[in-house]
Each structure stands twice: as C-alpha cells, then as structure tokens.
C-alpha cells in the first residue's frame, strides 16, 4: 500500500533556527496536504498544494510541492516557540474509493529559548 | 460552535469491556472518518463514510465496528477493547474531492 514517510520524526532547535521537514511518498500523488498538531490538540490544516514544482507560503512557512509530485517540504524561517507541535503531510491519490489522504509520520518540532 | 464534535474526551476501561465514541459534525460535509493516533503520534485511517455509506475500511480488528445513522453522525464501537486499542482516537469531516480534513478534539482511549 501507499506510504508517506517524513524526516526527520523529531527536531530539536533554538529559537530563531530555521526548520525543515521532508515528505515523501512511495506513489505519485494528486495533490499534498500540510497539517500542524499542537501538543494535546488535533490535527489543523495549513495548506494544500496541487501543481508539480508549486511553491507556496505562509509568513514564515514556505511549502513546496516536488517536480514529480512525490515529495514535498515544509520550511518554517525563524523558528518561534509559537511553531511547537507535529507537522504531518497528508497526500492524497485517487482510489475506486475516491480521494484517499495518507498521512505521513510526522515531525515533532520543539522550540527551545 | 465546534464543527466536529467527539464525546467523551477521556475514557478509561478495563480489558474485556465494550464502549462507543460517538462523534458530530455540523459543516453539511458528506464524508467522515474514523483516525487512531498512536504513541508515537502516527496517524492511521480506519474507516470513512460518504453520506451514511462505508468506502474505506482499512485494516481493522472486526471488533471495532463504525455505524453512520446520518450523514452528521459517525460513531464507533469497540468490542472486546484490548491493551493495544489504547490510542487517541480522532473523528474528521471533508467536503467533496480534495478538500480539507477538519478534526474533532480527539478521544484519549485507556484500556487498562
């Protein structure tokens, strides 16, 4: 079946540091989702990106789609203790179900002051 | 208002026992799922349902059972709960195609 890792599944940074996490896929999606779950709270969307190469941002956060819509990376420039919490991408593919999202590992960020 | 709303928030059980989450959503979205969090914060599919009819029945112990009365309303039953079954459960809603998932708060599941 279709998996979604990201790395790295924990980051440790000081405040101010930037920040990335990596997503990718074993299949080709039709399109990536960005989730980010506080400690102790739900997942909450952040953006979806659809396009091959597609860049979006964020304020702080910059989003990017890969060329062969496999993988995907959030960055986040200088980190705040606002940021903490678990980013997951979520892809979707299309099934006899219909659109189908897989949520990757996740990457638990902690911010340190 | 809450937008997907999950009961109880805590539930603690014994081995053996049968319980029910139960789960709401007041956004006229026809597709709700069932999602289970574990330890290590990994977030799995177990069921969805487009307006009151399962599509995506994932690898799940027959024991949990989900039961859609109406397209606002998915619950799920455990029977049998085991030591294993202890995870955050959470309940979420989409609108057609590839839009957002919105999430209830979530239910902290102790099996003990």
């Known amino acids: 079946g279709q998996q979604v890792m990201q790395i790295p599944q924990y980051q440790h940074v000081q405040e101010g540091e930037d920040f990335t996490t990596y997503c990718n896929s074993s299949?080709?999606?039709?399109?990536i989702q960005w989730y980010k779950q506080r400690p102790g709270g739900h997942p909450v969307f952040l953006i979806q990106l659809v396009k091959s190469g597609e860049v979006k941002k964020q304020k702080r956060l910059t989003f990017q789609f890969g060329e062969a819509k496999k993988n995907s990376s959030l960055h986040i420039t200088a980190t705040q203790t606002t940021d903490v919490g678990t980013y997951f991408c979520?892809?979707?593919?299309?099934?006899?179900?219909?659109?189908?999202?897989?949520f990757g590992t996740g990457t638990q960020l902690k911010v340190e002051l | 208002d809450t937008a997907v709303s999950q009961t109880p928030k805590y539930l603690v059980t014994q081995m053996g026992n049968d319980k029910s989450i139960k789960c709401e959503q007041n956004?006229?979205?026809?597709?709700m799922y069932w999602y289970k969090q574990d330890s290590k914060k990994f977030l799995k599919i177990m069921f969805s349902?487009?307006?009151?009819?399962?599509?995506i029945n994932e690898t799940v112990p027959n024991r949990f059972s989900p039961k859609s009365p109406d397209k606002a309303h998915l619950n799920l039953h455990i029977n049998s709960l085991e030591l294993g079954d202890s995870a955050v459960y959470f309940c979420?809603?989409?609108?057609?195609?590839?839009?957002?998932?919105?999430f209830g708060n979530g239910t902290r599941l102790t099996v003990t």
């Open positions: 299949t080709t999606l039709s399109n």
């Open positions: 979520a892809g979707a593919r299309l099934t006899g179900g219909g659109n189908k999202l897989t």
């Open positions: 349902y487009n307006n009151k009819e399962l599509i």
């Open positions: 956004l006229g979205h026809d597709t």
């Open positions: 979420a809603s989409r609108d057609v195609g590839n839009s957002p998932l919105h």
